[in-house]
């Protein structure tokens, strides 16, 4: 059984671009939250989407958004990159809602210059 | 919200050696996992644990829910043990929240 996937693994962008990060879940779980982890800051919280509606949102700015498809794939997008974006952003499944078990992907390591 | 302390911040081990560390929550969860971080960033899950006790090879895991702690023990460490292992909970519809992990090194 595939785990969590999550593309692209690395990547470089200048500020003021944007990105988008894609993240397929383990088939059958409709459950799919992102998180960023930086030195300072730890793992926060930035959504969680079920059934192609976002549940959960933390508490950032708006420049980032998500969306999740109907075959639960999921993507996150960050508009007007900053130098504080820089992070690794991880994706999590799991089966109905986030008070299961969540499995991560292997992150994908965003660096903004 | 919910506050998640671990301690250690940091231990340093022989190859061997067994250690535990400590997860304290601040509310009532009903969710707990335990991750090892990799050198490459990933995730591994370890545990999960809302309440009770669990094995798997050299690892264990116990919560004590209305103490609001888990431990996790590591026996006869070895270099790959070495990362870092967070404690995450969950509780009412907040979502996952870790702590901020302990930084395990073991050396051969």
């Known amino acids: 059984k595939a785990g969590v996937t999550q593309t692209p693994r690395y990547l470089i962008k200048t500020r003021g671009q944007q990105v988008t990060l894609s993240c397929s879940p383990i088939s059958g779980h409709r459950s799919v939250s992102w998180y960023q982890q930086t030195p300072g800051q730890g793992l926060q919280f930035l959504f969680e989407?079920?059934?192609?509606?976002?549940?959960n949102k933390g508490n950032f700015p708006g420049r980032f958004s998500g969306r999740q498809f109907s075959n639960s794939r999921s993507e996150m997008n960050v508009s007007t990159l900053e130098l504080g974006d820089s992070a690794l952003y991880l994706c999590?499944?799991?089966?109905?809602?986030?008070?299961?078990?969540?499995?991560f992907g292997e992150g994908s390591r965003l660096t903004v210059l | 919200g919910i506050q998640v302390e671990q301690s250690p911040p940091d231990l340093i081990l022989q190859e061997g050696a067994n250690s535990t560390l400590r997860c304290n929550f601040s509310d009532s969860v009903n969710n707990l996992q335990w991750f090892h971080q990799n050198p490459w960033g990933q995730l591994i899950n370890l545990f999960y644990?809302?309440?009770g006790t669990k094995q798997n090879g050299r690892l264990s895991a116990t919560t004590v829910a209305t103490e609001r702690y888990s431990l996790l023990y590591i026996s006869s460490s070895q270099t790959t043990d070495s990362g870092v292992y967070f404690c995450?909970?969950?509780?009412?519809?907040?979502?996952?929240?870790f702590g901020k992990g302990t930084r395990l090194s073991v050396i051969a």
């Open positions: 999590a499944s799991s089966l109905a809602t986030h008070t299961g078990e969540l499995f």
């Open positions: 989407y079920f059934s192609e509606t976002q549940r």
């Open positions: 995450a909970v969950v509780t009412g519809n907040t979502p996952l929240v």
């Open positions: 644990i809302p309440s």
